[in-house]
């Protein structure tokens, strides 16, 4: 590629080498106004011209034609090519072409004159009547075309390339142009010949002739920006929605407005932060962040409101802060306007410099960048619509978290570098997630699945993936971590998010229980490692909250599936049953009351422990069905008390998840109309922790049961957390002190103390007292002497199926007469 100087100086001097032999020999000494009066026809001339963009030159089209005729025939040649070379002076420094430029247009106007000249002294003397020398000037003007073709062709040849028959081509239309302006140049010649007012006539003519080309000139411009904003239009509509198709819009800008170099700002979306995207002409992206800097003076004025359209800043125009931002950017002229995305925060689109000699940026291409932002914005949009849509595929709506679609190729990615890499899953499940979507709605657990999702992004590792699995389940995959690493992470995930957070008016407890995995020695791809983290969960629920996967919990898992999937059979086919313990009053030795517990006997697995297939019910969603399973064998043994006409109320244990069911208080007066059991004879042990828990609490669950007539029982006293202001406001009848106390009384002072303490607390609030777990008659008399009400355990009796319990009290019970007002008889212990 050559320097503009080095074309400029080949044309100056083959304009030297033709010229001056040609030119030489039609030297004359014309009038002077003659002179400067074509001198004025040229400069109007030139003026009105159509401009061509071919790569980086600019061809241009006027109706010089008129003024060329007017010189050869009125004044000569030399002073003709003076008048033609200043005129291209005047006009090309006005409209701001470069020097190089302008001393090549002049010599290529001297050399295309003088191959002219040459031409039109092969025919007879220029006489403007006779036809012979209208062909002549014809002739002439035809080849000063096709000398300026040939001549603008090799200079692109030289500066860009060959530039290909197509601009050839194009050129072709104006070869027409030259004869008409013959034509017009004879017809005044002939007229002015006449007689010289004939220019008042042929003046207004020649300017309507000039009038008329220029608006065409300006149709052809404007009909050429419709056609190339058109093309940009069917271009943009097929770019992909990525970074690359990003990249084809920006490119397609430029090359639309011939411009050395485009940027487009685009504002974060989605999960990904602001881009900037640039494009060159020639290739050679340097620094260039003016368009990111929210600070910068040109992206501030395009981007301020009330704007409309594009706005333009150019070099010449501009000063302190904005000549500072061009000059930064090594721009003259810098084209801004913003551009709508589909977030709504506007992004920025910057156009620098023309590539061609015109130099300067024109109403047209302010007017063709306004109609491509239209495209811009619709294509920006679209793809960041389509980048919505992808990223909802593989992320929570929720909480914005990789969902497991997600996880899984994360996991993937990470395990494909080699199966040397290590990567720790930590699998964290929500406690209590379903109680509260069930007390207090979605909204409430929405707002509870936030916080947690906030919790885990706080403290999780900075390169730790969070992503959410579903429900009340979060995921945490920990890269280059040892399973060694991996556990305490998840301890200290556990405890960071251990809290209380204030969720629809309430104050929650929030908790994780958290299973953990590690590749490559748990697992060698996504599928296995989550399995396996999910066998963890579900064994950490039974071992302190964390748990660790061991191939050992597989079996556990598919013994905990099996459960889980025959449970339902188990009490149809009365696998599952129940065994009642008595209590016993403490001053009368009345029976007043057996617990109804609920055992297993599984044809495999023989007995299952209740804690095992309790909590798998209440995870299920079949605890409510395993407790009406109870509720009613429980009220069917003391119906067939009642009709024995002995009162012995039964107790039945109820499951914290249980008090979350909406229909718990009608399910529960329905089997006690069904059996015909007065509520009196039914108490319901509530564990400590569902009865102080903030959602039953603020409930009415606790009072419309106690509203039945039946009382309420908090079992295992002393192990949660209530406080008295609490217990006064609950509709609880008695305490039952948890046996950890009990067990240790005859040994140990502080839990004699504990045991005191909560006896005398009862009282003082008008409970009763029963206490569990009494084994020997040491601690059965310190009870007595603390004032307690019951007491149950192997010293009155191990739990019995129905069975042996008949045989038991028809052993050790006597039976007492009804009490005065009572009518029905009552049950002791004979000693």
């Known amino acids: 590629m050559r320097q ?62 008129i003024a060329i005729i007017f010189g050869l025939v009125e004044i000569g040649g030399f002073w003709t090519a003076v008048a033609w070379v200043g005129a291209i002076a005047v006009v090309m420094r006005v409209q701001g072409y470069p020097l190089a430029k302008l001393v090549f247009n002049g010599a290529l106007a001297v050399t295309e004159l003088a191959a002219g000249v040459a031409v039109l002294a092969l025919f007879p003397p220029v006489d403007v009547n006779r036809p012979l020398t209208w062909l002549a000037l014809v002739v ?27 601009f050839f081509l194009a050129a072709l239309p104006n070869a ?13 010649l002939l007229l002015t010949a006449k007689t010289t007012w004939a220019w008042a006539l042929m003046a207004p003519l020649l300017l309507g002739v000039l009038a008329i080309f ?50 487009l700002w685009l504002p974060p979306y989605l999960d990904e932060g602001p881009r900037l995207v640039v494009d060159a002409a020639d290739g050679e992206l340097a620094w260039y962040d003016g368009p990111g800097d ?81 495209h811009v914005n619709a294509a920006i949009r679209q793809q960041q619509l389509l980048s919505q849509i992808r990223h909802d595929a593989d992320h929570d709506r929720l909480t914005g978290l990789p969902n497991r679609q997600r996880l899984g190729a994360e996991i993937d990615a990470l395990l494909l570098a080699g199966p040397a890499d290590r990567v720790g899953l930590v699998l964290a499940s929500l406690d209590g997630y379903t109680n509260v979507t069930d007390t207090l709605g979605h909204a409430a657990s929405d707002e509870l699945l936030l916080v947690t999702a906030g919790l885990l992004r706080e403290h999780a590792p900075p390169q730790a993936v969070v992503a959410r699995m579903e429900a009340g389940q979060f995921a945490v995959l920990l890269p280059s971590l040892s399973l060694a690493a991996t556990e305490r992470a998840a301890r200290r995930l556990r405890e960071a998010a251990s809290t209380r957070a204030r969720v629809a008016g309430l104050d929650l407890e929030v908790s994780l229980t958290i299973g953990v995995a590690a590749a490559p020695v748990h697992g060698s791809d996504s599928g296995t490692l989550i399995q396996r983290a999910d066998v963890a969960l579900l064994a950490a629920q039974n071992s302190g909250g964390v748990a660790t996967y061991h191939p050992v919990l597989d079996q556990q898992s598919l013994r905990r599936l099996q459960l889980g999937a025959e449970l339902e059979t188990a009490m149809a086919e009365r696998q599952i049953t129940v065994v009642f313990q008595p209590i016993v009053d403490t001053r009368t030795s009345d029976i007043v009351s057996v617990e109804t517990l609920v055992r297993w006997a599984h044809p495999r697995y023989g007995n299952v422990p209740p804690d095992d297939f309790i909590s798998l019910a209440e995870q299920i969603g079949r605890i409510g069905s395993l ?46 109309r069904r059996h015909g059991v007065p509520g009196e004879l039914l108490t319901l042990e509530l564990t400590e922790g569902s009865v102080v828990d903030d959602t039953v609490r603020n409930g009415t669950v606790l009072a419309d049961l106690h509203s039945l007539g039946l009382r309420l029982s908090m079992d295992d006293f002393g192990t949660g957390y209530s406080s008295l202001s609490q217990l006064r406001q609950l509709p609880i009848d008695e305490l039952k002190i948890d046996k950890s106390f009990v067990l240790g009384m005859s040994t140990s ?28 008659e040491v601690t059965r008399d310190l009870l007595a002497q603390m004032g307690c009400d019951k007491v149950q355990g192997f010293l009155v009796s191990r739990p019995l199926p129905e069975d042996r319990l008949e045989g038991w009290l028809l052993a050790r019970t006597g039976v007492r007469s009804a009490a005065p007002g009572a009518i029905h008889r009552r049950l002791f212990v004979r000693t």
Not at 224 to 251: H, K, M
Not at 763 to 771: D, E, P, Q, S
Request: aromatic share 6%; net charge negative; proline share 5%.
């Open 749 to 776: 002072q502080n839990e004699s103390f504990i045991a005191r303490s909560i006896v005398e607390l009862a009282h003082n609030l008008g409970l009763r007292v029963v206490a569990e777990g009494v084994e020997d």
């Open 214 to 263: 220029r608006q065409s000139a300006r149709a052809v411009r404007e009909r050429r920006t419709v056609q190339r904003v058109y093309d940009f239009a069917r271009r943009v509509e097929l770019v992909s929605p990525d970074e690359a198709g990003t990249r084809e819009i920006v490119s397609a800008v430029r090359e639309l407005l011939h411009a050395d170099r485009v940027a």
């Open 627 to 672: 407790t009406d399973y109870v509720l009613d064998r429980a009220l069917d043994r003391c119906r067939r008390w009642l009709d024995q006409d002995i009162a012995l109320s039964v107790a039945v244990n109820l499951s914290a998840r249980c008090l979350s069911e909406p229909d718990l208080v009608d399910r529960v007066r329905r089997a006690l």
């Open 294 to 374: 929210p600070d910068d003076p040109l992206r501030r004025r395009a981007l301020a409101g009330g704007v409309t359209g594009p706005v333009l800043v150019s070099a010449g125009r501009s000063h302190g802060a904005e000549a500072a931002a061009l000059e930064r950017r090594g721009a003259r002229e810098v084209l801004g306007a913003p551009v709508t995305t589909a977030a709504g925060e506007p992004g920025y689109l910057e156009v620098c410099d023309r590539r061609g000699d015109v130099v300067s940026f024109a109403d047209g291409d302010r007017g063709a960048l306004d109609s491509m932002l239209t």
């Open 140 to 166: 002439t003007i035809l080849v000063v075309w096709l000398v300026s073709v040939i001549g603008v062709g090799a200079a692109i040849s030289l500066a860009d390339g060959f530039p290909g028959w197509s």
């Open 4 to 65: 503009p100087w080095t074309i400029a100086s080949l044309a100056v001097a083959v304009a030297v080498v033709v010229g001056v032999p040609a030119l030489s020999t039609t030297w004359a000494t014309p009038p002077w106004w003659a002179v400067l009066g074509l001198l004025l026809i040229f400069v109007l001339t030139e003026s009105v011209q159509l401009d061509l963009e071919f790569r980086k030159q600019t061809i241009s089209a006027s109706p010089t034609e």
């Open 176 to 188: 027409v142009v030259g004869p008409l302006g013959v034509v017009v140049a004879v017809i005044a």
